[in-house]
């Protein structure tokens, strides 16, 4: 189970992947995460929240009132166009970054 | 559900009601209706269900910052800034800089009832030797009371 510190700068990323997929609402996206990630790591409600809330502060992504399948009033989140581009930017980041630590990771268990 | 819904109060019952604390609770609620139904249908227990829900909350600090948790509640209460994301589960607890100041009230108060008190005792012994008139005694009996009572109070608020 990877701890909510180990993934904390990449929750905004998981959760502007998702969403470049679709527009959701909290829930689902919380569902999304946890077939994804299965027993690897569970999203906090909270943390989920405070991530898209934090998004749409920043103008990545946009809210707007609509109707779930099970016939809910629930706030949809959308990824907007500055979301999008940096997503890109986030996506390279995150291939470098990963790249980095295994030069590390790797030299170390040879 | 009850016992979700009672959790959710309890954890916003710190947090002053503002439009954006208001719509986060009611999302989150939402979340937590979703996750509930979601287990209920799935056959886990209503009992169990409630639990797990609650278990998979998280972490209402973690909140503050990305809501302006702290902006309101400086704006609605004149406190000041609640700590940002916590990894331990609940509540935050109240920013030191809150007691601060209500400390520093207590003292700056305290010190008034010790003025008070000093004025208002010095008449009431010279009393016993000197006569004065009796208003004026009553006055300064009433002043050097209450200023006790006060002192008293405030001195066991500073203690806690």
Same mark, same amino acid.
């Given at each position: 189970?990877?701890?909510?510190?180990?993934?904390?700068?990449?929750?905004?990323?998981?959760?502007?992947?998702?969403?470049?997929?679709?527009?959701?609402?909290?829930?689902?996206?919380? +569902?999304?995460?946890?077939?994804?990630?299965? +027993?690897?790591?569970?999203?906090? +409600?909270?943390? %989920?929240?405070?991530?898209?809330?934090? =998004?749409?502060?920043?103008?990545?992504?946009?809210?707007?009132?609509?109707?779930?399948?099970?016939?809910?009033?629930?706030?949809?989140?959308?990824?907007?166009?500055?979301?999008?581009?940096?997503?890109? +930017?986030?996506?390279?980041?995150?291939?470098?970054?990963?790249?980095?630590?295994?030069?590390?990771?790797?030299?170390?268990?040879? | 559900?009850?016992?979700?819904?009672?959790?959710?109060?309890?954890?916003?019952?710190?947090?002053?009601?503002?439009?954006?604390?208001?719509?986060?609770?009611?999302?989150?609620?939402?979340?937590?209706?979703?996750?509930?139904?979601? %287990?209920?249908?799935?056959?886990?227990?209503?009992?169990?269900?409630?639990?797990?829900?609650?278990?998979?909350?998280?972490? %209402?600090?973690?909140?503050?910052?990305?809501? @302006?948790?702290?902006?309101?509640?400086?704006?609605?209460?004149?406190?000041?800034?609640?700590?940002?994301?916590?990894?331990?589960? @609940?509540?935050?607890?109240?920013?030191?800089?809150?007691?601060?100041?209500?400390?520093?009230?207590?003292?700056?108060?305290?010190?008034?009832?010790?003025?008070?008190?000093?004025?208002?005792?010095?008449?009431?012994?010279?009393?016993?030797?000197?006569?004065?008139?009796?208003?004026?005694?009553?006055?300064?009996?009433?002043?050097?009371?209450?200023?006790?009572?006060? =002192?008293?109070?405030?001195?066991?608020? =500073?203690?806690?």
């Amino acid at each position: 189970m990877i701890s909510p510190d180990a993934i904390r700068g990449y929750v905004d990323l998981i959760v502007l992947s998702l969403l470049s997929e679709g527009s959701s609402y909290a829930y689902r996206l919380v +569902q999304q995460i946890a077939t994804v990630t299965g +027993q690897d790591y569970a999203m906090k +409600q909270t943390t %989920l929240y405070s991530a898209v809330k934090r =998004l749409e502060s920043a103008g990545l992504v946009t809210s707007f009132p609509d109707t779930s399948e099970s016939g809910k009033p629930r706030t949809y989140y959308k990824i907007t166009e500055t979301g999008s581009s940096h997503l890109d +930017q986030k996506i390279v980041e995150w291939r470098e970054t990963k790249s980095v630590v295994d030069r590390f990771v790797e030299g170390i268990n040879r | 559900m009850n016992a979700i819904t009672a959790h959710l109060e309890a954890m916003f019952d710190t947090y002053p009601r503002t439009p954006r604390v208001l719509d986060a609770k009611a999302e989150l609620q939402a979340m937590m209706e979703d996750a509930y139904e979601n %287990l209920i249908t799935a056959g886990v227990t209503p009992a169990d269900a409630a639990g797990q829900v609650i278990s998979e909350f998280g972490n %209402l600090a973690e909140l503050a910052p990305a809501l @302006g948790i702290t902006t309101d509640t400086d704006r609605s209460r004149g406190r000041v800034e609640a700590s940002a994301a916590d990894d331990r589960e @609940g509540l935050a607890p109240p920013p030191t800089k809150i007691r601060n100041v209500s400390r520093v009230a207590l003292i700056v108060l305290a010190v008034l009832a010790v003025i008070w008190l000093g004025i208002a005792t010095p008449p009431l012994i010279l009393a016993i030797f000197t006569p004065m008139p009796g208003w004026f005694i009553i006055f300064c009996g009433v002043a050097a009371g209450i200023s006790a009572v006060a =002192l008293i109070f405030l001195i066991r608020l =500073l203690r806690r």
